[in-house]
């Protein structure tokens, strides 16, 4: 009977796949598909496990291609790894946090499986075409720099662009971390409805102020630093790799110092309306209060300040 069930349901599965990557097809429908293609594969992860899962992918990669094109495989690669590490987490009742963080590796592993499959079948060099859409970028804001500051010189601003595209294009990993992130928060929250509507269940994220990321995270950022400030050739990969870290783990550390000024604020009674403010002023200011933010990360990590609070 569960065997019956698991083919039956696989079938409905793989039916809906196909139906949400032909309307992906459609530009104004491919942003709302593309962070509810992962949700079929949560679903049947969370209730018959990886194996069945990866079957399903095997299916659907398959009919699609067959219906559709082999064009379509990366975005039925990125939505199944991070679909299936989301379920997988479901499936082992972890937290929602946790859930989170393997929900996003999941999606940088088929980010990164998808860039080998366009770079050597399709023949189409993503860091090239990612730096000619930067270039064309800033090249429109060209005179917009001549018109803000007219003693600056035409060398003055081509070094300013090239400046800016070296230093987007090294950041490119950090971009994929950052996307990964929010598409699996994303894809998580559409599932955490869908269970709770259909199967009644109580799935949810807890609130912001109850984030908290390991100590290790401290040990990591303090490697970060001191990779940054070995005099490393430029464009080396290790000078590459040290900027990517220092960013990323810089990003986590400002989470946490976010996430203490709202459970700060809890604690004190004091309305909601003045951490989100905190966090505005951060967004538009970032040089000037950006690094407050994340050394009261470290500090909640590192000296337990909540504990103290309590």
Do not use: C
């Amino acid at each position: 009977m569960n065997q019956s069930k698991k083919i039956t349901e696989g079938a409905l599965v793989i039916a809906i796949l196909v139906a949400i990557l032909v309307a992906s097809l459609f530009p104004i429908l491919s942003l709302i598909t593309a962070f509810v293609l992962p949700v079929p594969f949560i679903f049947y992860v969370k209730r018959h496990g990886v194996k069945a899962g990866l079957v399903v992918t095997v299916a659907t990669t398959f009919i699609s291609t067959l219906l559709l094109s082999y064009i379509i495989l990366p975005l039925i690669i990125v939505a199944a790894a991070g679909g299936i590490f989301i379920g997988h987490a479901m499936y082992k009742k972890n937290t929602a946090y946790e859930t989170l963080a393997q929900g996003t590796f999941g999606f940088i592993i088929g980010m990164l499986i998808s860039f080998i499959f366009i770079q050597t079948l399709m023949g189409v060099n993503i860091m090239t075409e990612f730096g000619q859409v930067v270039e064309e970028s800033v090249n429109t804001s060209t005179s917009m720099i001549e018109s803000i500051n007219p003693s600056l010189n035409e060398e003055d601003i081509k070094v300013l662009i090239d400046t800016q595209i070296n230093l987007l294009q090294q950041l490119i990993p950090t971009f994929m971390v950052l996307f990964a992130f929010i598409s699996a928060f994303i894809t998580q929250w559409i599932s955490y409805k869908w269970f709770n509507r259909v199967e009644k269940e109580k799935l949810y994220f807890p609130p912001f102020r109850e984030l908290q990321f390991p100590s290790a995270i401290i040990w990591v950022y303090l490697l970060a630093l001191i990779l940054s400030v070995i005099d490393f050739q430029e464009g080396s990969t290790m000078h590459f790799g040290a900027q990517n870290l220092l960013m990323i783990v810089g990003i986590a550390l400002s989470l946490q110092g976010f996430s203490f000024i709202f459970y700060y604020a809890y604690i004190k009674k004091i309305p909601k309306v003045f951490p989100i403010l905190i966090v505005i002023a951060t967004i538009l200011f970032p040089t000037f209060l950006l690094y407050f933010v994340r050394i009261l990360g470290i500090i909640d990590i590192g000296f337990r300040l909540r504990g103290r609070l309590k």
